[in-house]
């Protein structure tokens, strides 16, 4: 059974990831990536995510939201 702990903690540190990425702050980032379902994504998906790297997540969650709209390159 995965800790709810764990998935917030992933979900904070990828935000930030992703923030530090493109060079916006965290809430910026949280609304991009809440707004394209890449959140969401995220939390479904975190027994396989959190054994990738971060950098690895941030590219994949960009191409995600592209694929839905986002326009972050």
Known sequence: ????RDIVEYLVVL????ARR???SEAE???YLRQYGAIALAHEYYDVMHTQSFDDM???LTLF???RGGTLV
């Open 1 to 4: 059974m995965v800790n709810t």
């Open 15 to 18: 935000t930030r990831s992703f």
């Open 22 to 24: 493109y060079d916006m």
């Open 29 to 31: 980032a949280y609304r």
């Open 58 to 60: 941030v590219q994949s």
């Open 65 to 67: 939201c592209q694929r």
